[in-house]
């Protein structure tokens, strides 16, 4: 006899490369500079007119006026002018709810390329082969883009499982799509598999309580490593013909494009190995336990002041980029809704002692590392020896099992600004 389980709706994004053309490409540039210049003639607006006269409707129609006026920003579809519209004014309701700070002046190379499709039946997604699918998008026609993913399209689009709308997003590596997706799924089973705890390091970027650890390699190969820091070196010597406020040459612009390419090609390969091990140790784990880190003081600069200058600011800053490199908090997020969508859990708890606590007698004593990798207890009772991240991941553990663990993680924390401070500037 079969029960049938209760359903929840989920929400996520799956992002997919683009094959464009060199006309589609000019095409899609045209759309994502027409909706930053639309966002940078809103804020004009929105900043110089009265506080009386902010409204949704005035918003409407002065980008309804603009298209008309202004030949080239027609080029952006009237639904991605909505959207621009009404993501401005919700980067205003998150700056008044103290979530962000204001919005502000979009520059063309600070600011990433994007467009947006809020109409999932505008794309008419069809899938070509194993590899390829095509979607329409408003203006361009048809595009392929690479099937990875199965998506809720054609016979498996239902009212509870479909796309609601997609985004175009440029990067080094060229256009990608992001769709929006909604689908129902069964709540998930308790998990009965086995707890951990997970030490979060930069040698060993994740060390189990269970003796186990996931690492990697470089993320760029020796040769790429190579030809990475020639074009450093290159960009360095060309921008020091530079005159100060003069605009870069299209060689050194094209310099700079090569660089962003391969540490895009990095990044991705790192987001790569992060979404396979979270996977995999959601799959295998019930109960994940990992430090509760203040991630964004740990890599808080060591330079000081004139006054107070800081100490080992060279050393200090090559662990803010290691820290930064192993981007523990994406790891912890990801951990976070992989976990509960598998019918696991993730919990945090205080950092303090974890790594010069024995984990064999509980003696705590701050010189009992004797080197980054090794651990030895001090207490003459015990003299325990060990792996030092091994020893603070089983520590980790013992503070969950022993009830000092925080709240489950749900998720991203809201960070709300202290009572009394207003934003840059008010309504």
Not at 77 to 95: D, E, G, I, K, S
Not at 176 to 192: K, M, Q, S, Y
Not at 276 to 301: F, H
Request: charged share 25%.
């Amino acid at each position: 006899m079969t029960t049938e389980r209760a359903q929840k709706e989920r929400r996520f994004g799956h992002r997919a490369r683009l094959a464009l053309t060199p006309a589609q490409v000019r095409l899609v540039d045209a759309q994502a500079h027409a909706a930053r210049a639309t966002w940078n003639l809103l804020h004009d607006w929105w900043t110089l007119l009265p506080k009386g006269k902010r409204t949704l409707a005035a918003a409407d129609a002065a980008i309804r006026q603009a298209r008309k006026e202004v030949g080239w920003l027609a080029a952006l579809p009237a639904q991605a002018a909505q959207a621009v519209l009404r993501t401005y004014l919700q980067a205003w309701r998150n700056c008044w709810q103290g979530r962000a700070d204001a919005p502000n002046f979009k520059a063309r190379f600070r600011s990433v390329m994007s467009v947006d499709i809020p109409q999932g039946r505008d794309l008419q997604i069809t899938r070509v082969h194993r590899r390829w699918g095509m979607v329409n998008i408003p203006k361009v026609g048809r595009v392929r883009f690479r099937w990875t993913k199965d998506l809720p399209v054609g016979k498996k689009a239902d009212a509870g499982n479909r796309i609601t709308g997609a985004r175009l997003v440029k990067d080094a590596l060229g256009w990608h799509i992001a769709f929006r997706v909604t689908t129902l799924e069964d709540t998930p089973e308790p998990h009965a598999g086995p707890e951990v705890g997970i030490d979060l390091g930069v040698t060993v970027p994740l060390a189990l309580s269970d003796g186990t650890t996931r690492t990697h390699g470089e993320w760029l190969t020796g040769k790429e490593q190579a030809r990475l820091l020639r074009l450093e070196r290159r960009a360095a010597h060309r921008n020091s013909f530079r005159k100060r406020g003069e605009r870069a040459s299209r060689r050194l612009q094209r310099t700079y494009d090569q660089i962003a390419s391969l540490r895009a090609t990095a990044k991705r390969r790192a987001s790569d190995w992060q979404h396979q091990t979270t996977t995999e140790l959601a799959r295998t784990y019930g109960v994940i336990v990992v430090e509760d880190l203040a991630i964004t003081n740990m890599t808080r600069s060591a330079r000081g002041t004139i006054e107070n200058p800081g100490r080992n600011v060279a050393q200090k800053s090559g662990l803010n980029r290691s820290i930064s490199g192993e981007a523990w908090g994406r790891t912890i997020a990801l951990l976070t809704y992989k976990a509960a969508r598998l019918g696991g859990a993730l919990y945090k708890v205080p950092a303090p002692g974890t790594s010069r606590r024995c984990s064999a007698c509980g003696f705590t004593t701050p010189d009992s590392r004797e080197s980054q990798a090794v651990f030895v207890c001090k207490n003459e009772g015990c003299g325990w020896s060990g792996n030092a991240d091994h020893n603070a991941a089983r520590n980790i553990l013992h503070l969950y099992r022993t009830g000092l663990a925080l709240v489950p993680a749900a998720g991203r924390a809201v960070v709300r600004r202290p009572r009394g401070v207003k934003p840059a500037t008010a309504r």
